[in-house]
């Protein structure tokens, strides 16, 4: 919201602009005025919004066009005053001052106008008659309010306006013509009403009408209060109030009521605390909180941000089978603004049979973007809503920044729980069937993907001595001229080579000598495609020999043509084991009890996630 705010006074001369200031600071009216009173400044304190409050009269005597156009652009809201008693200076509102105000200000920026018909004391009838239909035809009119400053009456009033028509607009709101909520405004209010309603199950229940109002307002709804709110909106509307909790309807015609009764900063505290700015668009200071991410570290998502996607992800699994259905997926996604994750996602985590996205498939892609793309992750929660449902103080709380690899390295111990493997191959040696083995996908049903929505990332979790980790696994285009330094930066490299094709290997070769030889990211040797007949590769020396010569473990033989069953996970699980322990040693990893300890742990472990997920979900 505005620091301050700045009220101009404008009219014709001897309409008692001085005169409106001057009874409103002394509280009497002055017989005596000069022609222009100077700027004054109202404490914060004792304005009703608690804003510092500036007012700056206009005298035509004293001032000349210049002094009038900077004022006007300086102003936050314009009073043009007019004198009910003199037509004259009516006619002068709109064959002078509008079109005056509206050359003088910036197209973009919206300066409101407030008509004040002042001298009330000297007639008996309104002035409303002639000033409605000027109302109507300009919209950046916010209100008109008849006043005099003589019997000091609406004095008060109109400043308070003029204060609340900056700091609460009804323009963006609120349409005088149609005498309904602007799109825009129904947009917002709907999606804040979606992010309220924990369970979606399409009504605020009492419970979640609480949490609103003590998210809003700091203060919880008396139960009466409560009652009463469902009371006004059963009464004007057949369907606002189901179940005895609001609807979305029964939302939206609350906060039209709000407005239609100048109650509109109710509908502005909602939407500010909600992050929306003035033009009802997301805040960029709501969706990207600062946060510094020294190099070397990497992003993660903290357990608090976890149990928040997991509600998220609950609320929207409506059949309860721990997969986001097309549907599903399309009405988690409908807080946000455009639909984030394509069909390509499907393709990056884990799926079930159909094809849709699994509870660990869904945290996957989350644990995805916000390691490699933080600030789009920020966004993505601030549409969710999580600092208000989280009770956060913002986004950038859901996110871990890990500590310096270099000191992990240091100490031999990381508390990362994401591990990014690149994978490195020549054409057709096998790295997209060796990252879609990883989402439990054999050759058959690698076949049924679209090649339109394939993806160079998969990711999902591996158990290392029963710790769940997520490993990151990247297919980088084999093409020398195209390898960035996000290529060659990564916790450990796989390099694979096509076991049955004699010319694959020296590629790996290649790459290994080039680029990691002498870095200190640990490598592996994968031989793809073990189901078909090895042979020999036209190189120096042979794979095996190689590896020796380099201390490399010896090549890991893969293959994901494995016939109904899913392809076998041991090597994802040696894989994220190698790179959360770079410095054990290669004697350490040939012996088969570190493997063995690793591998058994990912059986009971990831066996006993599934279990506890849906026990969780039972309890519900
Ligand atoms: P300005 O030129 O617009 O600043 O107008 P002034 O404040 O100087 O007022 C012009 C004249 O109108 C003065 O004689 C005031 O005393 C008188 N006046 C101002 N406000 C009122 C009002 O509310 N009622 C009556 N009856 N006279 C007013
Ligand atoms: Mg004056």
Redesign the pocket.
């Given at each position: 919201m505005r620091k301050d705010v700045r009220i101009l006074?404008v009219?014709?001369?001897?309409?008692?602009?001085?005169?409106?200031?001057?009874?409103l600071v002394s509280e009497e009216?002055?017989?005596?005025?000069?022609?222009?009173?100077e700027e004054i400044t109202i404490p914060a304190d004792v304005t009703p919004e608690r804003v510092p409050t500036h007012i700056v009269?206009?005298?035509?005597?004293e001032q000349t066009d210049e002094q009038l156009f900077q004022e006007i652009s300086k102003a936050n809201v314009i009073c043009i005053?007019y004198?009910v008693?003199n037509k004259k200076s009516i006619e002068k509102v709109t064959s002078h001052w509008i079109p005056l105000i509206t050359d003088n200000t910036d197209k973009d920026s919206r300066v409101p106008l407030i008509l004040v018909g002042?001298?009330?004391?000297?007639v008996e009838h309104s002035s409303m008659e002639t000033i409605l239909p000027i109302m109507n035809q300009h919209s950046e009119i916010e209100t008109c309010v008849e006043?005099?400053?003589?019997?000091l009456?609406n004095i008060s009033e109109l400043f308070y306006y003029a204060q609340k028509a900056v700091l609460h607009p009804t323009g963006p709101l609120y349409s005088p013509e149609r005498k309904d909520m602007k799109p825009l405004c129904v947009k917002a209010l709907t999606r804040i009403f979606k992010v309220s309603d924990l369970d979606n199950d399409g009504i605020l229940n009492d419970h979640e009408l609480n949490f609103f109002q003590r998210t809003c307002f700091n203060t919880p709804l008396e139960p009466q209060a409560l009652e009463d709110v469902k009371n006004v909106v059963r009464k004007n509307l057949s369907d606002g109030v189901c179940d005895n909790g609001l609807s979305l309807k029964g939302f939206l015609f609350l906060h039209t009521l709000f407005i239609q009764r100048g109650r509109h900063e109710t509908t502005w505290t909602v939407l500010r605390r909600f992050g929306y700015d003035d033009d009802l668009e997301l805040n960029q200071d709501y969706l990207f909180p600062p946060l510094k991410i020294p190099s070397d570290c990497t992003t993660e998502l903290n357990h608090n941000a976890y149990l928040f996607l997991q509600s998220v992800f609950d609320k929207h699994d409506r059949d309860r089978d721990c997969a986001l259905s097309p549907e599903e997926l399309k009405d988690l996604f409908d807080v946000f603004p455009y639909m984030p994750w394509g069909p390509d996602v499907n393709n990056t985590v884990g799926t079930n049979d159909n094809g849709w996205i699994t509870y660990q498939g869904y945290l996957s892609q989350w644990t995805l973007t916000t390691y490699l793309d933080v600030q789009r992750c920020l966004e993505y929660l601030g549409y969710l809503g999580y600092s208000i449902i989280a009770e956060q103080e913002s986004q950038a709380s859901g996110i871990t920044v890990t500590r310096d690899k270099k000191i992990d390295l240091q100490k031999k111990q990381t508390q990362r729980s994401v591990f990014r493997c690149n994978v490195f191959g020549d054409i057709g040696s096998g790295k997209s069937g060796f990252l879609q083995a990883f989402l439990g996908r054999n050759l058959t049903r690698q076949k049924t993907i679209n090649e339109e929505h394939r993806s160079f990332y998969a990711i999902s979790t591996t158990y290392v001595y029963g710790q769940e980790k997520y490993l990151l696994l990247h297919e980088v285009f084999p093409d020398f001229d195209y390898l960035s330094d996000a290529d060659m930066s990564c916790d450990i490299v796989c390099l694979v080579y096509d076991a049955s094709n004699p010319y694959s290997f020296e590629y790996c070769a290649k790459v290994f000598k080039q680029y990691f030889m002498d870095s200190k990211t640990p490598c592996m040797m994968v031989a793809a495609k073990s189901d078909l007949p090895e042979v020999k590769q036209m190189y120096g020396c042979s794979p095996l020999e190689f590896c020796r010569r380099h201390k490399m473990p010896p090549p890991q033989t893969f293959t994901c043509n494995t016939a109904a069953a899913a392809p076998n996970q041991d090597i994802y699980t040696k894989l994220t084991t190698m790179a959360m322990y770079p410095h054990v040693s290669q004697a350490d990893l040939k012996s088969s009890t570190f493997w063995l300890r690793a591998s058994v742990g990912a059986t009971v472990f990831a066996v006993l996630g599934l279990t506890l997920y849906r026990v969780l979900l039972r309890q519900r």
């Open positions: 006074l009219g014709e001369p001897k309409v008692g602009k001085t005169s409106l200031i001057m009874s009216f002055p017989e005596v005025v000069p022609y222009r009173a009269d206009y005298s035509e005597a005053v004198s008693n002042n001298k009330s004391d000297l006043c005099s400053a003589k019997n009456k």
